[in-house]
Each structure stands twice: as structure tokens, then as C-alpha cells.
């Protein structure tokens, strides 16, 4: 079952007062049903999404609607079920803000269904069980979508979603608008806002598993590229070694300068700081990380003037 899945069945269970059903009814119709010469029809493969608005419609307006099932034409491994509203069929549209009483359909339903603050939420929960979405955050990006017909409706969504400070953005698509989030805490409240709360409760789970993956990633990152830069120095200063060691010319160097040295071709993979640490507790005389590149330095003046000189007794040999 897919998270989506488990969040329309889990918001299904929840009960509403008679005007949240009311707002939840106008969301899930104006995002999914459609007049057809049988009468008013809504769809979903969802059985659970399907007893509840039949329920809802029932309760409301005291009539029994039609349900059939149908082949999927999605190629979908479920059935498509669909409830047919015949009976009452205009005033029930007009009721739940569909259309006005010349049977026109309303951009935006009237005032008196999203009037309040649950009823408001009601219609947005509609909404999501008609034509939204959520993908797993445990085994892809964080994304929450609702594809939206209408271009009214998709701006009027759009403003309710953004009384919540929700940030969510809107899209042309080819058959209509999407309405999107991606930040992982808006989708967070998103989510409460709509009363999946146990949905919220694994979002956040694996946010801070997520979080703490990334985290240990980076620092693993961290560790590697401080290792590569360990590696890369000590290979520089091995390399300047060999190049005084060539020209025979260890006497230039200074004795502590040596010292370091034979440290150096003793420990090729210690850091400067754990050379810096070995030196001292082997020789009882305290050296510390900056003194010691201090010699390196020196280290690695003599090695370039040698490079020079050879470079120019090539030269002049070539010529």
C-alpha cells in the first residue's frame, strides 16, 4: 500500500460535524465528479474513500445513490468504482457550492461552506481524497502535489492552503494545474492540517532518520577529504625528502630539521599533528603541529631550489 494510500484511509475514518461534511463533500465533488447524461458521477478505486462519501451524501440528503463497478482504464490492477447522483441531483450540486441555481458551475464554492477555520480544513481534506498525493519520505524527495482541473479552483485551493503559511506553488500542466509543496516541514503541517496524524508520525520518523543519514554522510565526507589532504601533504613532503636525499645534500639541513625528516620517512600516514605528537613523546622535547610544518617549510624551500638547479642543468644540457 502506498503512503498516499494509507493517508486517504487514514483520514477516512475520521469523523466530521454535519458542516465539515458538508465543506469535505464540496472539495471531493468540484475535484472529481462530472455530469454525465446518467446523472452526477464520482470515481475511485478506493473502496473506503467510496463508502465515505456515500455515507456523507446519504446522511445529508437522505437518498440512496447508485454504485457500480467498472474496469480500470488505467491499466490499473483495481476497480474503478462509481456513484451516480440522479436524485436530487441539482439541489445536492447547488447544496454543496458545484454549481449556482441556473446550473452553472461556480468557480469558487460560497462563503457559507468554508466559513470557519475546520470547515475550511474539511474542504482541503475533500480535496486530497479527490486528487492529491504524497510521496514516500522514505524512499524519495519530499513532494506533495494535488492535480486540479479548473483554473479557479486551483487558485482558490491555492489561497486556502496559503492561509496555513504553506508556501504551495502552482503549475500548468496539459489537463490542468498542479498544486505542489516541497519542503518537508510544510508538508509536515500539511498533513496535521488534514488530521493524518499518523501519517505525520512516520513523515517525521524518517525525517530524522533522513537527517541523520545525511548528516553522517557529510562527515564521512568530511573525514575523507581531511584524510586525502593528510595523504596529499605527507606525499608532497616524502617527495621533497627524495629530492635532497639525491643531491646528497642532508648536511644543509639543521638537526632538528633531520629529526623531522627521519619522522617523516618513519610515519609516511601520520597527519602533521599526530607527527607533531610521536616526535614529542619519543624525543621528550615538545613540538607542536605549527613548528613542525615550521621545518617542512625549510624542507621544502631546499628541495625547490633543487628542482630549479636541475631544471636548469637539463636545460643546458638539451641545448
Not at 173 to 195: F, V, W
Not at 238 to 251: C, K, R, T, V, Y
Not at 258 to 276: H, N
Amino acid at each position: 500500500m502506498s503512503y498516499t494510500t494509507k493517508i486517504k484511509e487514514e483520514i477516512s475514518k475520521d469523523i466530521g460535524t454535519k458542516s465539515e461534511m458538508l465543506a469535505e463533500l464540496s472539495g471531493y465533488i468540484r475535484n472529481n465528479g462530472h455530469n454525465t447524461p446518467r446523472g452526477f458521477q464520482l470515481t475511485t478505486e478506493n473502496p473506503l474513500i467510496c463508502e465515505r462519501i456515500e455515507k456523507q451524501i446519504e446522511a445529508l440528503y437522505e437518498i440512496k445513490i447508485k454504485k457500480e463497478v467498472k474496469d480500470s482504464l488505467n491499466f490499473s490492477k483495481k476497480d474503478l468504482l462509481v456513484l451516480t447522483i440522479d436524485n436530487k441531483k441539482d439541489f445536492i450540486l447547488e447544496d454543496l457550492g458545484y454549481q449556482d441555481n441556473n446550473r452553472k458551475y461556480l468557480d469558487k464554492p460560497p462563503q457559507y461552506i468554508v466559513g470557519a477555520n475546520e470547515e475550511i480544513r474539511a474542504y482541503l481534506k475533500g480535496v486530497f481524497l479527490s486528487s492529491g498525493s504524497i510521496n514516500d519520505p522514505k524512499t524519495s524527495r519530499y513532494h506533495m502535489e494535488l492535480l486540479i482541473e479548473k483554473s479557479g479552483e486551483a487558485v482558490f485551493v491555492q489561497k486556502l492552503l496559503n492561509l496555513f503559511d504553506l508556501n504551495v506553488k502552482i503549475l500548468t500542466r496539459d489537463k490542468g494545474y498542479m498544486l505542489y509543496i516541497k519542503e518537508a516541514d510544510k508538508i509536515s503541517d500539511y498533513l496535521k492540517i488534514i488530521r493524518a496524524n499518523n501519517a505525520v508520525l512516520y513523515f517525521e520518523n524518517q525525517r530524522i532518520y533522513r537527517n541523520k543519514k545525511n548528516q553522517a554522510n557529510r562527515l564521512n565526507n568530511c573525514e575523507q577529504a581531511n584524510m586525502d589532504k593528510v595523504v596529499a601533504t605527507a606525499t608532497a613532503q616524502l617527495d621533497n625528502i627524495a629530492i635532497i636525499e639525491n643531491n646528497l645534500a642532508l648536511s644543509l639541513l639543521d638537526e632538528k630539521t633531520k629529526e623531522a625528516l627521519e619522522y617523516r620517512k618513519k610515519y609516511p600516514e601520520a597527519s602533521l599533528k599526530e607527527l607533531s605528537e610521536i616526535i614529542s613523546l619519543e624525543t621528550g622535547k615538545p613540538i607542536t603541529k605549527s613548528g613542525l610544518n615550521h621545518r617542512f617549510r625549510k624542507i621544502k624551500e631546499l628541495a625547490t631550489k633543487f628542482k630549479k638547479l636541475n631544471k636548469k642543468s637539463h636545460e643546458t644540457n638539451d641545448s
